[in-house]
């Protein structure tokens, strides 16, 4: 058995809203139809226009094809409220998808392989 899925907090560092998301394994279709509903609750909780992401995707596989059209889909639909996301990862497909991600969001998509720097850029956005 391979584990697989997500998990999401929400946080508000001073005055800018963060939304952490840790993704495992190889993801489905059926992980999104978890994520889906709980991360656009949470969005729909958000007053500010603007989020900071940070997706830990140390643990991530991939995607099954499905999984990878909701993905796009979930992009497209709230790409436009993220003024950041920082990508930790540590698999040089995982710094191509961050360079698509700049397609799909309104601010910046960044990868990172060392935490403490994502941290800092996505906290540094608030002080600009």
Same mark, same amino acid.
């Given at each position: 058995?391979?584990?697989?899925?997500? &998990? %999401?907090?929400?946080?508000? #560092?001073?005055?800018?809203?963060?939304?952490?998301? $840790? @993704?495992?394994?190889?993801?489905?279709?059926?992980?999104?139809?978890?994520?889906? +509903?709980?991360?656009?609750?949470?969005?729909?909780?958000?007053?500010? +226009?603007?989020?900071?992401?940070?997706?830990?995707?140390?643990?991530?596989?991939?995607?099954?094809?499905?999984?990878?059209?909701?993905?796009? $889909?979930?992009?497209?639909?709230?790409?436009?409220?993220? /003024?950041?996301?920082?990508?930790?990862?540590?698999?040089?497909?995982?710094?191509?998808?961050?360079?698509?991600?700049?397609?799909? #969001?309104?601010?910046?998509? /960044?990868?990172?392989?060392?935490?403490?720097?994502? %941290?800092?850029?996505?906290? @540094? &956005? &608030?002080?600009?």
């Amino acid at each position: 058995m391979e584990r697989h899925g997500f &998990s %999401m907090g929400i946080e508000r #560092v001073d005055n800018v809203f963060f939304l952490s998301l $840790k @993704a495992i394994g190889t993801l489905t279709h059926e992980d999104y139809e978890k994520i889906t +509903p709980m991360l656009e609750n949470a969005l729909a909780e958000v007053t500010q +226009p603007k989020i900071n992401a940070f997706l830990d995707a140390t643990e991530l596989k991939g995607w099954e094809l499905r999984a990878a059209w909701d993905d796009f $889909k979930l992009g497209l639909r709230h790409g436009r409220e993220f /003024e950041r996301v920082a990508i930790l990862g540590n698999r040089h497909w995982q710094q191509l998808a961050a360079k698509v991600g700049n397609w799909f #969001v309104a601010g910046q998509c /960044e990868y990172f392989e060392d935490r403490d720097e994502a %941290m800092h850029w996505l906290l @540094a &956005s &608030s002080d600009e």
